[in-house]
């Protein structure tokens, strides 16, 4: 049994509705056909996977772990990360971070990504977060004011 399978052993057909629809696709060829197979011996069809996502019931439990504000799981994985996306930004941590790198020590942050669907519950150096044309033009104009080329 290969290490995915033995994960979604592991899921409820909740957690593995939206592990069909969001997570599915980024795996291999070869992966993805023994995952589906996987999905079709539980019963999950397109329709099935769509009404478990429509009526998860674990919206409504608060058990004080972080979820996943997508699927509601608690499976999710925190990893340090250095913070590399501080140039431009505003506070005292900031500012921190940026004095640390002149002095070539690294500031680590969180990054907490839901296992299940694969949403970024954290994402401190903005790697999936898509910036809207506003930002770019605010952090255009900021670099032209500070001389950040």
Request: hydrophobic share 30%.
């Amino acid at each position: 049994m290969t290490r995915v399978i033995k994960f979604l052993t592991d899921l409820d057909d909740y957690e593995l509705a939206y592990f069909a629809k969001f997570k599915l696709k980024t795996y291999m060829p070869e992966t993805q056909s023994e995952i589906n197979k996987y999905i079709a011996d539980k019963g999950l069809t397109e329709q099935r996977i769509e009404k478990l996502i429509a009526t998860n019931p674990k919206r409504d439990t608060e058990n004080g772990k972080i979820r996943c504000p997508r699927c509601s799981t608690d499976k999710i994985r925190t990893e340090k990360v250095e913070w590399t996306n501080n140039t431009g930004q505003f506070g005292l941590e900031d500012e921190i971070s940026s004095l640390d790198g002149l002095d070539g020590r690294a500031t680590y942050k969180d990054q907490v990504i839901c296992n299940v669907c694969g949403f970024w519950i954290k994402d401190p150096n903005f790697e999936k977060k898509k910036k809207s044309f506003w930002h770019y033009i605010a952090d255009g104009i900021f670099n032209i004011f500070t001389g950040w080329y």
